[in-house]
């Protein structure tokens, strides 16, 4: 979200670029219609990770303890990178998919709506 400062004079260099973040990149992580996690999760990955780690070992740490995560059926996702409809090369790099820094990825899982269909 873009900021204006009050004050002209009100200037400085940003301190979340991706130079400052060891060789990653600040990923953001959503899971629409579970709202047990009210919010997407910031990953700090390798750009060279490929988007298949992501799935198979970052996303178990972050939404594995709601009851729809093992159901998920990976083929089935539907993907969006920073809002528009997104298919993954799983064996492709985050930056070969055309993740970058403080790219926001959203996945929705057909058929789960959170606990008992409650969006949670």
């Known amino acids: ?57 970052v996303l178990p740490n972050a939404y594995g303890m709601h009851p729809d995560f093992p159901q998920i059926d990976w083929d089935k996702v539907e993907w969006k990178l920073n809002g528009k409809p997104f298919t993954p090369d799983m064996d492709a790099s985050l930056d070969a998919n055309g993740v970058k820094h403080k790219s926001a990825l959203r996945m929705r899982t057909p058929g789960l709506e959170g606990i008992g269909g409650s969006g949670s």
């Open 1 to 57: 979200m873009p900021v204006n400062a009050i004050r002209e004079d009100y200037r400085f260099p940003a301190k979340d670029v991706e130079a400052n973040f060891h060789g990653n990149r600040v990923v953001y992580v959503g899971w629409d219609h579970h709202m047990m996690f009210c919010a997407p999760v910031a990953f700090p990955l390798p750009p060279d990770m490929p988007f298949s780690a992501l799935v198979g070992e």
